[in-house]
């Protein structure tokens, strides 16, 4: 469980350095595909360690891990619009704006946010549920985000402009 967090922290540090530097957008999904992987391992980790026995325990763990998913994909479509995006020969490339690394903060403390909320309700086993599903949360914001901005790209747009340069 811990691993989780340390590795999620690394990432969100990672994520964070990187968004006010132009970087190019490829339809490609290797990376989230990566970090949902280790994501979904470590949510293995975290089933073996609960007594999930009784179904509405079950059920109750289905829905607070697609409440968390439908969180991510929500924070992504608000994201998207703070993106400055370019094509240039046909390459689609995005900077960050300082607007753009506050609402990846947002969707973190979002994410843990509403773990604490679980916590708080005292659903049984829920308990750090969200420390255990955070890297597939980002893997689902990430792939999300891609997905929006080479939308934008095609004109299919989210509340902002394509510049062709």
């Not at 990672?14 to 190019?24: G, N, P, T």
């Not at 059920?59 to 995006?85: D, I, K, Q």
């Not at 997905?147 to 299919?156: H, S």
Request: hydrophobic letters at 55%; charged letters at 15%.
């Amino acid at each position: 469980m811990m691993m989780n967090v340390l590795i999620g922290v690394v990432v969100m540090g990672f994520v964070l350095a990187r968004q006010l530097r132009v970087r190019e957008v490829e339809n490609k999904w290797v990376a989230q595909f990566i970090m949902g992987g280790i994501g979904f391992v470590g949510f293995l980790e975290f089933l073996q360690h609960q007594s999930m026995q009784q179904p509405m325990a079950s059920l109750t763990l289905v829905l607070v891990v697609l409440g968390s998913l439908v969180l991510a994909v929500a924070t992504a479509f608000v994201r998207v619009p703070s993106y400055e995006v370019t094509v240039v020969d046909g390459k689609v490339f995005r900077k960050g704006t300082v607007k753009s690394v506050i609402l990846w903060l947002l969707t973190i403390v979002l994410h843990v946010g509403y773990d604490q909320l679980v916590t708080l309700l005292h659903v049984p086993g829920m308990a750090a549920v969200g420390t255990s599903t955070l890297l597939i949360y980002l893997a689902v914001s990430f792939g999300m985000q891609k997905f929006l901005i080479l939308k934008r790209v095609k004109g299919e747009s989210w509340g902002a402009t394509v510049i062709d340069a």
